[in-house]
Structures are given as structure tokens and as C-alpha cells.
């Protein structure tokens, strides 16, 4: 079968260099997998890139929600420390360190929208396994995986 060939322009890939290109570590509203955040941290610190520490938080959709600010609770104490471990570690290191949680009805989509805005050289998606429903993680791996426009590392 023939196909149709076209001279599109390409974007020169050479030029795409993992300079300035940070390293992005994501959850879902539940502590990181040690294993993730541990590459994640490794990672930035021989690379010399920032750290994003990003913990997308699913907000239930409707306006009497948004008004009343459900969704916008902080996570418990121990979660919170967990949550925060990570950046504390590459800060330690001399990482510089953003932290940021994104609210979103839709939080895979807005995981893919944070990796397109900010254009991470390496998404670290590392929810731990065991506090995340195993529907919702294979369904964001398998969009992680298939979506996202940098490399990606799982704890698998």
C-alpha cells in the first residue's frame, strides 16, 4: 500500500537538550512510592535539574463544591511529612525544589497538562501502590505512558 508522503517541518530534536529540563515527581493524593521518590532525588541531584515535587488532588466536580472549598483539605500529618520528604531531601542536597499541588476534577488530565507546561526532561510517577485504588493507578499509568512528552520511570 502507497501512502501519502509529506515534507512537514520536524522540530530539530539535537536541539532539545536535557539542559533546563527538570525532573518531575507526581502522586495522586497519596504518599509516595520510597522507591520513586528516591530516583526522582537521585536523579535531579546528577542532573542538576530542578525537582517538582507535584501531588495532583481530585476535586469533585460541581459548583456548591467549589464554593464550600471541598477538596482543598490538607492531608493529614503523616501524610503530609511523606508528602513532603522527598522535596526536603533534594533541598538538603542543594536541588533547587518546587512544590505544588494541583486541584482538578479530571487529576490525570491535569497531571499531562503540568508535564506539558512545565516540560520536565523525566516524569517520576510514584503514588504508593497500596494507598491508591488499583483501577484508577492502571488507568493512569496506561495514560501516563502513552501521553506523556518526556521520559517516564514507574516503580514497577
Known amino acids: 500500500m502507497l501512502t501519502l508522503r509529506r515534507n512537514v517541518p520536524r522540530q530539530d530534536v539535537s536541539l532539545l537538550s536535557a539542559g533546563g529540563r527538570p525532573v518531575l515527581l507526581a502522586t495522586l493524593e497519596v504518599p509516595f512510592d520510597e ?3 528516591t530516583f526522582a532525588v537521585d536523579a535531579a541531584v546528577e542532573c542538576g535539574q530542578p525537582l517538582i515535587v507535584a501531588n495532583v488532588v481530585e476535586i469533585p466536580l460541581g459548583p456548591m463544591c467549589v ?26 542536597f542543594g536541588v533547587e525544589v518546587e512544590r505544588l499541588r494541583v486541584l482538578s476534577p479530571h487529576p490525570i488530565a491535569a497531571l499531562l497538562e503540568l508535564t506539558g507546561e512545565r516540560r520536565p526532561g523525566l516524569l517520576v510517577f510514584g503514588p504508593d501502590r497500596t494507598k491508591v485504588r488499583p483501577r484508577l493507578y492502571r488507568k493512569a499509568v496506561k495514560r501516563v505512558r502513552t501521553q506523556a512528552p518526556c521520559l517516564v520511570w514507574l516503580p514497577d
Not at 464554593?67 to 538538603?92: K, T, V
Open 67 to 92: 464554593m464550600m472549598g471541598y477538596g482543598a483539605l490538607e492531608p493529614n500529618e503523616e501524610d503530609g511529612a511523606s508528602l513532603r520528604a522527598p522535596a526536603e531531601l533534594a533541598h538538603q
Open 35 to 37: 522507591a520513586a521518590s
